[in-house]
C-alpha cells in the first residue's frame, strides 16, 4: 500500500518593528489549517517598518523560523512574508474587453485578464497585490461570475497594491540570507483582514487600524476587497519610549508599566494607586522610584490622543465618513493597551472592536491575540491561495536562489559563509 502524500507545509513570517514571528502551518485531511510550530523573537534591525540592518535582522528571522521548526518537528523551505511600512499604495484599475453580444466564456475572462496585466504596471514601483474584483457586464456592475452570461462588453476592476522597490528588496534579500525562499510579500493590511474581518464586513465596508509598535496602517474594505490605506508613522513603542522619557526608566520597566498599569481612559482612582520602577543607574539595593498612577495616565493620554487624530484623519481621507453604524476594527500590538477600543470609540464616533485572529487548530494562546493578526493572515493566505492575476513573488525583484534544505542545511550553509 502506497504510502499516503504528505501535504506542503506553510511557512508565515512577519518582520515587525518589535518582534519577528514565525507560524509553520498544515492542512489537515478535512482541509483545514493545524499549527504545528511557533517561534518569535525580538525584532533587531527595523525601524518604522524597514530594515535598517540586515545582519541583526536576518539573526532574528533565522533564529524565529528555527524556533518555529524545533516545536514542529519538521522544516521549510520558504516562507509568505509580510510588508507593513510605510509607502504602500492602492488603486483600481479598470480594463474591458469587447465581446460582440456572444455568450462569455472562460477564455473571454483570460484574455480579459490577460490584458489587465499591462494595465497594473506601475512605474518605479513593484505590484504586490492584482486582485481582480467584481466583473462588469455593459452597464452591470458587481458581476461576481460572468462565465455563461450575454454582453456586448465585459469588465473588470483590478486592485492594485504597490509599494516602493528598496525597502521590498532589503526585506526580500533578508529573508534569503537566512536561507529561506520567498514565497511571497504580502502586504499586512491584506493578511490582516483576512484573519480578523468577516466576509460581510469586508462586503459591507469597515476600516481596519493595525496599531503596530511603530507603525499604524489604516485601510478601508468594501466591496470584498481593500479599497484605500494610509501609513502614520506612529505606534505602541513611541508611547513606551514617551514612558521612559518622563519618568527616566528603562524601556523594560516602560513597557511593563505600560502593560500591567496603563491604560487609554482614565479613573477617579488613578491620584490613589501607586506604580514602582527603578530608574536608570539606580543601585540593585535603592528603593524604587513611586509614581502615581495619574501621573502614568497622563503621558499615555498623551500620545494616545496624538494616535487616535491622525487616525480620525486618516478615515476622512479615505473617504469613511458613511453612517456612524460603520465599524472600525482596532488590531496589532498596540490593541492589547487597556480600554484603548472604548476611548477611540468615543472620539471616533463609531463602533470599535478589537479585532483577533480567527482560531486555527493548533494556535497557542500566546499568539491569539490581535498583535498576531497577520502572522495568521499569512498562514491562511498560503493555505487559501490567491486570486492574484500574475505570480506575486517577487520573481522580478531577486533572482530566486532555492534555499539550504530546512534547517540543517541552512545551519550548514551559514558555517560556510553562504
Given at each position: ?36 510550530g511557533?517561534?518569535q523573537?525580538?525584532?533587531r534591525?527595523?525601524?518604522?517598518g ?12 533565522r ?10 518537528g ?15 499604495t492602492?488603486?483600481?484599475?479598470t ?5 460582440g ?73 533578508t ?17 490582516a ?29 468594501a ?5 484605500g ?5 506612529l ?6 519610549d ?6 527616566g ?19 477617579p ?24 498612577r ?11 490622543e ?14 469613511f ?11 496589532g ?5 487597556k ?11 463609531r463602533a470599535?472592536?478589537?479585532g ?35 505570480d ?27
Amino acid at each position: 500500500m502506497a504510502a499516503p502524500q504528505q501535504q506542503p507545509l506553510i511557512g508565515a513570517l512577519d518582520i515587525g518593528s518589535s518582534k519577528v514571528s514565525a507560524l509553520i502551518c498544515a492542512t489537515d485531511p478535512d482541509g483545514r489549517l493545524r499549527v504545528l510550530g511557533t517561534g518569535q523573537r525580538e525584532s533587531r534591525g527595523v525601524k518604522r517598518g524597514f530594515i535598517t540592518d540586515m545582519e541583526a535582522s536576518e539573526v532574528a528571522v533565522r533564529e524565529a523560523v528555527e524556533q518555529a521548526e524545533r516545536m514542529a518537528g519538521q522544516s521549510i523551505d520558504d516562507v509568505w512574508a509580510s510588508f507593513g511600512a510605510g509607502g504602500l499604495t492602492s488603486e483600481l484599475a479598470t480594463v474591458e474587453v469587447e465581446l460582440g453580444g456572444h455568450q462569455v466564456e472562460q477564455s473571454d475572462v483570460e484574455e480579459l485578464l490577460a490584458a489587465g496585466r499591462s494595465a497594473i504596471d506601475r512605474k518605479g514601483q513593484v505590484v504586490l497585490h492584482a486582485n481582480p474584483a467584481l466583473y462588469s457586464l455593459d452597464n452591470v456592475q458587481g458581476v461576481v461570475q460572468p462565465v455563461g452570461l450575454h454582453a456586448e462588453r465585459l469588465g473588470v476592476d483590478i486592485h492594485v497594491i504597490a509599494a516602493d522597490s528598496g525597502p521590498l528588496r532589503n526585506i526580500d534579500l533578508t529573508i534569503r540570507q537566512a536561507h529561506l525562499g520567498v514565497r511571497a510579500i504580502v502586504a499586512s493590511p491584506i493578511a490582516a483582514s483576512l484573519s480578523t474581518l468577516s466576509q460581510e464586513e469586508r462586503d459591507l465596508g469597515v476600516a481596519l487600524v493595525e496599531l503596530g509598535a511603530e507603525v499604524t496602517n489604516v485601510s478601508l474594505h468594501a466591496g470584498g476587497m481593500l479599497v484605500g490605506l494610509r501609513s502614520i508613522p506612529l505606534g505602541a513603542r513611541d508611547i513606551t519610549d514617551d514612558i521612559a522619557c518622563a519618568f527616566g526608566v528603562t524601556r523594560r520597566d516602560a513597557e511593563r508599566m505600560k502593560c500591567f498599569h496603563g491604560s487609554a481612559m482614565t479613573s477617579p482612582r488613578d491620584n490613589h494607586e501607586m506604580v514602582e520602577a527603578r530608574g536608570h543607574g539606580s543601585d540593585d539595593g535603592a528603593e524604587p522610584m513611586r509614581i502615581s498612577r495619574a501621573q502614568l495616565m497622563t503621558v499615555i493620554r498623551q500620545r494616545i490622543e496624538e494616535i487616535t487624530g491622525e487616525v480620525e484623519g486618516s478615515l476622512k481621507a479615505l473617504g469613511f465618513t458613511g453612517p456612524v453604524g460603520r465599524q472600525v476594527v482596532l488590531t496589532g500590538g498596540g490593541a492589547e493597551l487597556k480600554n484603548i477600543a472604548d476611548y477611540m470609540q468615543g472620539v471616533l464616533g463609531r463602533a470599535v472592536r478589537v479585532g483577533r485572529p480567527r482560531q486555527i487548530t493548533g494556535l497557542p494562546d500566546a499568539h491569539s491575540g490581535p498583535g498576531f493578526a497577520t502572522l495568521v493572515g499569512l498562514a491562511m493566505l498560503g493555505h487559501g491561495g490567491n486570486r492574484d492575476i500574475r505570480d506575486i513573488a517577487l520573481g522580478t525583484i531577486s533572482e530566486k536562489r532555492k534555499p539550504a534544505g530546512g534547517m540543517m542545511g541552512r545551519l550548514i550553509a551559514a558555517m560556510r559563509g553562504a
